[in-house]
Every structure is written in C-alpha cells, then in structure tokens.
C-alpha cells in the first residue's frame, strides 16, 4: 500500500508542470525541522503560475506567467542538528511546454536539536546555487535563511528573514523575508497562512509596488510517517508580484 501511494504521489509531482503547462523554485517557510541522523528524504517542488507577470525578471530570463518550475530536493541526515541537501535539477516548463534545466544547488542546514519538541527553535541555512542565465542573472548565487520560531500549544510563528546575493557587493544583497502562522488541528492536518516578500537591495529597498509581496493559504497533510504533501494557493499583492500561484510540495522518507 505504501508502495503504490509513493508511486501515485511521484507521478503527481511529476505530471503537474505538463498538465499545467516562477521564477521560484522552493516555495517554503524553514520550520528547523531536518531529517534524522543517517536517513534522507526527496522533496519534490512544482510551482504553477496561471496569473503570473508577463515580463521576465531580466532580458532572457523566464517568463513566469503560465510556467512551472521547482525543484527536486534530496536531503540527508548527519547529525541531531546538521542536514545536507542537493537540488537537482532545478527546472521549468514554460507556457509553450518547452522543458528547460535551470541549474542545481547545494545547502547546509544548522538547527537547534528536535526543534519540532521544543517551545522556541532556531537554525540557519545557507544555499550556494550553479544557474543557468536564464534562471538568474548570474551563474552563482547564496542564499543565507536565518530560522526562528515558537511552537505554543496547537500554534506555530515561523520566521525566516532571508538575505539573497549574487555576489555583486553586500549592498546588492536582497532581503526576501518570509513568515508562516500555522494551526496544527490534528496529527495530520496543518492550516497555514505563509508571506513571501523580495523587499530589494540592502543599500536602498524598493518602493512597495517594485517590491514582491504575496500571501498563501496552505494545507499541510501527514500521509503516514513516509509521505506528507503541502498544498498552497498564493495571490500577489503588488505590481512586481505573480497575481496567483499554486504550490505543491510532496515530502518522502527513502531511507
């Protein structure tokens, strides 16, 4: 049975960016939560856009609007508090259905020990990413993603004030803050409100309508204690964001 709905759950993940024929290929709030010591995990991230900006990012680049892309995402458990991950690939599908190979990246995430048991947890993730030019400006890029947070009681406050740099000087550093509210009504059941925001370079933020703002309302389910899937509807607030975009994460335990 778990078999067959790994494989259900796989194939999903794999045919939305073709039915659904963005430029974000992780759509996600850091919770400090990693994989145990010795196991690891695929991520599979599909983001669809059927309201998205017309223009891209940079001449070249993708054009978000009718586009998927995501990532698959293989993470491993070293330590109590240490997680090692690889994105590979990181991929679009663009309106026209063309498949196209954005890059890979790697990540190191430091977390408080069983941050899941604890009332305030706390971690760090940094992210050093290969693209290609149509996926970013340029070909390397960091991200550094600060995680705080407080479980009390049924509620979870998460936040993670994220810096982006394409190694162009500390000015040109962007500050992309993310924030999640969630409801935990059962072992099974999470009901979210999540913030997504690119505020501009450090040395002088952008006015609120070159600013990305979006909102998403997400449901989280517990399959079983291998498989959980995120399901999230986004709508943009400003000029400069996708009006609406849907999510899907889907969590498995390989080993």
């Known amino acids: 049975m778990h078999l067959k709905l790994s494989v259900q759950l796989l194939a999903a993940g794999l045919i939305l960016p073709l039915v659904a024929l963005a430029q ?19 991520t599979i991230h599909s983001n669809y856009t059927p309201d998205g900006l017309k223009e891209p990012a940079f001449a070249g680049g993708v054009t978000p609007d009718h586009s998927t892309n995501g990532a698959f995402e293989f993470a491993y458990g070293v330590a109590d508090s240490w997680e090692l991950g690889l994105y590979l690939p990181v991929y679009t599908v663009t309106r026209h259905g063309d498949v196209q190979f954005d890059g890979a990246k790697l990540r190191s995430l430091w977390v408080s020990p069983h941050a899941l048991q604890r009332e305030f947890f706390y971690g760090v993730n940094v992210e050093l990413s290969y693209n290609s030019l149509r996926w970013e400006s340029t070909r390397t890029a960091l991200e550094i993603r600060p995680i705080g947070g407080w479980h009390e009681g049924p509620w979870d406050l998460i936040l993670n004030p994220i810096l982006d740099s394409d190694f162009r000087g500390l000015g040109a550093v962007h500050f992309a803050p993310a924030e999640r509210v969630a409801y935990n009504a059962s072992d099974q059941w999470a009901f979210a409100l999540e913030h997504y925001g690119d505020l501009g370079a450090l040395r002088r933020l952008d006015a609120w309508s070159q600013q990305s703002q979006s909102l998403f309302a997400v449901a989280d389910y517990t399959v079983n204690t291998a498989n959980s899937v995120e399901l999230g509807v986004g709508h943009g607030f400003t000029a400069s964001s996708d009006r609406l975009v849907l999510k899907l994460i889907w969590n498995h335990e390989l080993f």
């Open 24 to 42: 974000t290929d992780e759509i996600q709030v850091y919770d400090a939560a990693i994989v145990s010591p010795g196991s690891a995990e695929l």
